[in-house]
């Protein structure tokens, strides 16, 4: 296959892509109201009663629903963009690399949904719960504002379905021999060192307490990872 038939493929997916997030955003958007009550229920779990969600710029309840309205049919059409990779990739596999690759990509995704639905399901609202709770007081209540908190719920959220790939990126890694669990475990503390700047990049806020719910599962993953890579060189 030519360049120029891949690159003709590569077009073709993309564009399918895009046409069917376009066509998967109309119903969202339709449905902006459930969706936004769904995607907050972790911090409006944790505000007072007398606190509530706001926002402060004409068009950033426009944009807001825009915003959840593209996340959730990027959400709907990411077991196709999965497939038009596998589709991309597969006329240059062997036949028995078509089966592992397909079985990566499948836990792959899996990986990605359980990091985030965990995320959304139990550190986020602890997160939110410390954050709104243990700084109020009878002088300052919370009203968050819908863009600040859509921003930083999703971006913790998209963390840790990524962070959920680190054992099965290690994997491969170990199984074509690039890394090793003696490697990886002599490098500890510089992963240390890394992941705690990870942690402030993709923490929205300057909070202390969450860098340390970024920072404790990038540690905890590491060393899975090291357990993984051992295991992994033990197979080969």
């Given at each position: 296959?030519?360049?120029?038939?891949?690159?003709?493929?590569?077009?073709?997916?993309?564009?399918?892509?895009?046409?069917?997030?376009?066509?998967?955003?109309?119903?969202?958007?339709?449905?902006?109201?459930?969706?936004?009550?769904?995607?907050?229920?972790?911090?409006?779990?944790?505000?007072?009663?007398?606190?509530?969600?706001?926002?402060?710029?004409?068009?950033?309840?426009?944009?807001?629903?825009?915003?959840?309205?593209?996340?959730?049919?990027?959400?709907?059409?990411?077991p196709?963009?999965?497939?038009?990779?596998?589709?991309?990739?597969?006329?240059?596999?062997?036949?028995?690399?078509?089966?592992?690759?397909?079985?990566?990509?499948?836990?792959?995704?899996?990986?990605?949904?359980?990091?985030?639905?965990?995320?959304?399901?139990?550190?986020?609202?602890?997160?939110?719960?410390?954050?709104?709770?243990e700084?109020?007081?009878?002088?300052?209540?919370?009203?968050?504002?819908?863009?600040?908190?859509?921003?930083f719920?999703?971006?913790?959220?998209?963390?840790?379905?990524?962070?959920f790939?680190?054992?099965?990126?290690?994997?491969?890694?170990?199984?074509?021999?690039?890394?090793?669990?003696?490697?990886?475990a002599?490098?500890?503390?510089?992963?240390?060192?890394?992941?705690?700047?990870?942690?402030?990049?993709?923490?929205?806020?300057?909070?202390?307490?969450?860098?340390?719910?970024?920072?404790?599962?990038?540690?905890?993953?590491?060393?899975?990872?090291?357990?993984?890579?051992?295991?992994?060189?033990?197979?080969?």
């Amino acid at each position: 296959m030519t360049f120029l038939e891949h690159f003709g493929i590569l077009r073709a997916s993309l564009i399918k892509i895009v046409l069917i997030m376009v066509i998967l955003f109309v119903p969202a958007f339709y449905y902006r109201d459930l969706l936004m009550e769904l995607a907050l229920i972790p911090i409006t779990d944790s505000l007072p009663a007398n606190s509530k969600i706001i926002f402060t710029r004409p068009a950033e309840g426009l944009s807001s629903n825009v915003r959840i309205s593209f996340l959730t049919s990027f959400i709907l059409t990411f077991p196709l963009i999965i497939y038009e990779i596998w589709t991309f990739i597969k006329p240059g596999l062997y036949e028995n690399e078509k089966k592992s690759s397909a079985l990566v990509i499948v836990v792959g995704t899996l990986l990605f949904f359980i990091g985030a639905f965990c995320c959304y399901r139990f550190v986020a609202p602890v997160t939110f719960n410390i954050l709104i709770n243990e700084y109020s007081s009878n002088s300052i209540t919370a009203l968050p504002n819908v863009s600040d908190t859509l921003g930083f719920l999703s971006s913790i959220i998209l963390s840790f379905g990524i962070i959920f790939e680190y054992p099965l990126i290690i994997y491969i890694l170990s199984k074509f021999g690039i890394t090793s669990s003696r490697f990886l475990a002599s490098k500890r503390k510089y992963s240390i060192l890394i992941s705690t700047i990870i942690s402030a990049v993709l923490t929205p806020t300057t909070d202390v307490f969450s860098m340390l719910f970024m920072l404790v599962p990038l540690v905890l993953f590491y060393e899975i990872g090291i357990l993984v890579s051992y295991l992994t060189y033990k197979e080969r």
